[in-house]
């Protein structure tokens, strides 16, 4: 019914930027929270980052003040922008999306195919 496509993954130097986007279509009423997620190897998947439809945003520890999380609701569209980027944000990263089908629905969970980010050192 939904799906989110990622982009913008790569292999980076650290100190360097990229800029992941996610965009939501198929069967989209309205969308409440946008988010990120990161899974590095052997760990779990953790917040990276959140945004309310009116733009609130919530940051993980690690990443505040390097990364930034926004959206454009005209296009369901989800960006995070890295900057100051280090080897431990490694990871592959997930968008994540809470989106409602119709004007009766508390919203359903939809989660993106992941997007690989490298940072070497």
């Known amino acids: 019914q939904v799906q989110l496509v990622e982009s913008g993954g790569g292999l980076v130097q650290a100190g360097g930027s990229l800029r992941l986007s996610c965009a939501a279509s198929?069967?989209?009423?309205?969308?409440?929270?946008m988010g990120w997620y990161r899974q590095a190897p052997g760990k779990q998947r953790e917040l990276v980052a959140t945004?309310?439809?009116?733009?609130?945003?919530k940051y993980a520890y690690p990443v505040k003040g390097r990364f930034t999380i926004s959206r454009d609701n005209a296009k369901n569209t989800v960006y995070l922008q890295m900057n100051s980027l280090k080897p431990e944000d490694t990871a592959v990263y997930y968008c994540?999306?809470?989106?409602?089908?119709?004007?009766?629905?508390?919203?359903?969970?939809?989660w993106g195919q992941g997007t690989e980010v490298t940072v070497s050192s």
């Open positions: 945004i309310t439809s009116g733009g609130r945003t």
């Open positions: 198929g069967n989209i009423f309205s969308i409440n929270a």
């Open positions: 994540n999306a809470d989106i409602q089908h119709s004007a009766y629905d508390f919203g359903n969970d939809y």
